[in-house]
């Protein structure tokens, strides 16, 4: 199996793993507007939760391995640059994301409280975009589908701008980014 495939392999493993932790959340936990209901829910229902965000940290993980071999996958790439910096990006973003994982499951009542996120989770979901223009960019010049291309730079472009000006929530965002790199990890398998 060549590193393309063992990326596509690795990113929509990740999607896979994603999906089960947000499944393993106490029911309708993300559905609730209110932050006291969010944290009387998450107190109630505490080892579901800890489970969900330990299986939601693997995920992070095993994207973060997907990421790392796409980004040697094309380094033979006139735009190897943009790639490397999109890697780097997404690899710092993915280890801020899970300092604040690790916070938002040790005390929930913290993130609970506050409907604008930590300063962890807001690097997070911003480098993960920035990474998603990048790749975007690269993928574009490295005979992907243009589709695919266009499809991370504009979305992580609009996303950036809405999770900025609109404070549109990063779970939903950052959700909607993982769809994109499923289209993604299909493609590596296509390669």
């Known amino acids: 199996m060549a590193i393309a495939q063992l990326a596509g392999t690795a990113i929509i493993a990740a999607f896979v793993i994603g999906v089960v932790g947000t499944a393993l959340s106490p029911p309708r936990l993300y559905a609730l507007p209110d932050f006291g209901e969010r944290l009387k829910l998450i ?7 800890n489970a ?3 299986v939601s940290g693997v995920s992070l993980v ?4 997907g990421i790392l071999l796409l980004t040697l996958n094309l380094q033979g790439a006139a735009n190897a640059w943009l790639v490397n910096l999109g890697g780097g990006a997404y690899l710092l ?10 916070q938002y499951t040790r005390d929930p009542l913290a993130s ?5 996120p930590g300063a962890f989770l807001l ?3 911003l480098l993960t975009l920035a990474a998603g223009v990048l790749f975007g960019v690269a993928i574009l010049q490295a005979g992907f589908p243009t589709w695919l ?4 730079i504009g979305y992580s472009v609009v996303a950036g701008a809405a999770y900025l000006v609109f404070n549109w929530p990063a ?3 950052l959700g909607i980014f993982s769809i994109i790199e499923l289209a993604l990890g299909i493609a590596l398998l296509w390669r």
């Open 43 to 49: 107190e109630a229902n505490r080892n579901r939760w």
């Open 52 to 54: 969900s965000q330990l």
């Open 62 to 65: 095993v994207t973060a391995a």
């Open 93 to 102: 973003g993915v280890a801020l994301g899970m300092v604040y994982l690790y």
């Open 112 to 116: 609970c409280s506050n409907p604008r």
């Open 123 to 125: 690097a997070f979901t």
């Open 149 to 152: 291309g266009y499809l991370l």
């Open 171 to 173: 779970f939903y965002i």
